[in-house]
């Protein structure tokens, strides 16, 4: 457990992610009208993606565990996978303020009215960015059911690192117990913001920082601040 920079394949941090979509553990064999749903969404997700019908997938209440790795759906996609994250069933969240971003999209996408179970969820790979990030960041803000992410190979950077580190360090309310953050193109910056989500989350057991430019600088800031 803790902040980590050991080598792992791709979607390997999220180990929990499936290999396309899977059903919530736990839960009793659903009923004809669940499976049909699950059915539904398993053709979708297994489609090539560019970041239209995503909001339908990820919406399905049937769904906990959803791998949606190198599908190339880039900022748009990013957008509806967070428009998705705030609909966890808890409105108040326990983070911060809804952002001019966050609201602009819950009043853009009105499609996405059930309450999303996901727990598990596999983004890595898909040019999200900088940006992509910041509406994650506000999504990350409010959902109290995700436990473990991957955004591995998206080019987040720093800003992208922050944003999202300080979104979830903000939320008293935030499930998550694994990110991983490989391959981002983090810095020593980056890394000492990683670190103060890993002090400041009640929840968070494993940072996974691999293939990333914190350096030995970097890695003595994220051990120092995660203390």
Do not use: M
């Not at 748009?76 to 994250?85: K, S």
């Not at 966050?102 to 790979?125: F, K, P, Q, Y």
């Not at 430019?213 to 800031?221: D, E, S, V």
């Amino acid at each position: 457990d803790g902040v980590g920079s050991s080598s792992s394949g791709s979607g390997g941090g999220s180990g929990g992610v499936g290999g396309g979509v899977g059903g919530c553990e736990q839960q009793p064999e659903p009923e004809h009208g669940e499976q049909a749903g699950l059915t539904a969404a398993v053709a979708a997700a297994n489609a090539a993606f560019s970041g239209e019908g995503l909001g339908g997938v990820i919406g399905s209440p049937v769904l906990c565990r959803l791998n949606l790795e190198l599908n190339s759906f880039g900022i748009e996609g990013a957008r509806q996978i967070a428009d998705c994250l705030r609909n966890d069933g808890n409105d108040s969240g326990g983070g911060a303020a809804a952002t001019t971003h966050s609201a602009a999209a819950a009043t853009e996408d009105r499609s996405v009215s059930t309450t999303v179970r996901l727990t598990h969820l596999n983004l890595a790979l898909n040019g999200i960015g900088p940006s992509g990030a910041d509406w994650l960041a506000q999504a990350l803000s409010f959902n109290t059911t995700l436990q473990e992410l991957d955004v591995g190979g998206n080019g987040l950077g720093d800003d992208g690192a922050e944003a999202l580190s300080g979104s979830v360090g903000t939320n008293r309310k935030s499930a998550l117990v694994s990110i991983n953050w490989r391959e981002n193109q983090i810095s020593s910056r980056g890394a000492y913001a990683v670190g103060q989500l890993y002090k400041s989350s009640r929840s968070l057991r494993s940072l996974l920082l691999a293939s990333n430019k914190i350096g030995i600088t970097g890695a003595r800031k994220a051990f120092v601040s995660a203390r």
